[in-house]
């Protein structure tokens, strides 16, 4: 408040000591106190008014600036909140971002160790199979006959190749057998391909070495001839050669031609012809 509001204000004051004049003899219980406290607070009224009268421009423009200052805070306080809720949704979405891709992350590390332990004996495999392949070999020369039925040595062979069979397949190592099959380049391997009757194109007619599966992995494909679907061709027909009488005869005549030429020759020298 300046100087000249307060002096105005204690002016206002000292009308009357700020109260109303009333009358002595007024008998004021025989009145009504409603009356004289209206009275009152207009005169309350009318100094405010007074005051506010003089004042009031420069305390409306003073009040003016404070709120225009006031609502400029609140425009700076609410674009500061409204960075702040667009920075924590994107802090939120980086977090949740980080949240999927280490989740992902983890996953992906599980299966490529589960996988690991599963495939973990898959070059032991590749190496034990081509003692495989050389046992299966030595199979096929068994005899078939009775005696080797009875044979002690060649069924503790038998046996053997057996067990060999069961513990591949306990864990997880396959044989496939491709013969009469279509051929699959996924699983076989394709070595040459010939022409063979009553079989249709790609169909697997002999089988070098066979195909080895450890779980769901190929370790070995197939090695294979393929049929290509064509009949074989027959071998021409060879023209029946002449005899050799036959020969010697038509070499004796053109002898005997050749000598009736020569006699005709001489004679007509001898007569003088041409």
Do not use: W
């Not at 199979?139 to 006959?145: A, V």
């Not at 396959?174 to 790609?202: L, R, T, W, Y």
Request: charged share 40%; aromatic share 6%.
């Amino acid at each position: 408040m300046t100087e000249e509001e307060r002096k105005y204000r204690e002016e206002l004051e000292k009308e009357n000591d700020g109260a109303i004049e009333i009358d002595e003899n007024l008998d004021v219980a025989g009145n009504d106190l409603q009356a004289f406290a209206n009275e009152l607070g207009e005169h309350e009224k009318s100094k405010k008014k007074r005051f506010f009268n003089k004042f009031g421009g420069k305390g409306d423009e003073k009040a003016h600036r404070e709120i225009k200052e006031l609502e400029e805070k609140l425009a700076k306080l609410d674009e500061q909140i409204k960075l702040k809720d667009e920075k924590i949704a994107e802090l939120e979405g980086s977090v949740k971002s980080l949240v999927a891709e280490n989740r992902n992350q983890k996953t992906r590390i599980e299966n490529e160790f589960r996988s690991k332990i599963k495939f973990a004996v898959e070059d032991f495999f590749k190496d034990f199979i081509t003692v495989k392949d050389d046992f299966d070999k030595a199979m096929e020369f068994i005899p078939k006959s009775e005696e080797a039925e009875s044979d002690p040595f060649i069924q503790g062979i038998k046996h053997l190749g057996a067990k060999f069979d069961n513990i591949c397949n306990k864990h997880g190592l396959v044989c496939i057998s491709s013969i009469g099959e279509k051929f699959d380049p996924a699983i076989h391997q394709a070595m040459s391909m010939i022409n063979v009757d009553g079989k249709e194109a790609n169909e697997i007619v002999a089988e070098y070495v066979k195909c080895y599966k450890l779980h769901d992995r190929v370790i070995r494909p197939a090695m294979v001839v393929v049929a290509s679907g064509i009949p074989a061709t027959k071998p021409e027909e060879t023209k029946v050669e002449e005899p050799a009488e036959a020969e010697e005869n038509k070499v004796e005549e053109q002898a005997e031609t050749t000598e009736n030429v020569s006699e005709t020759a001489e004679n007509n020298e001898e007569n003088g012809n041409c």
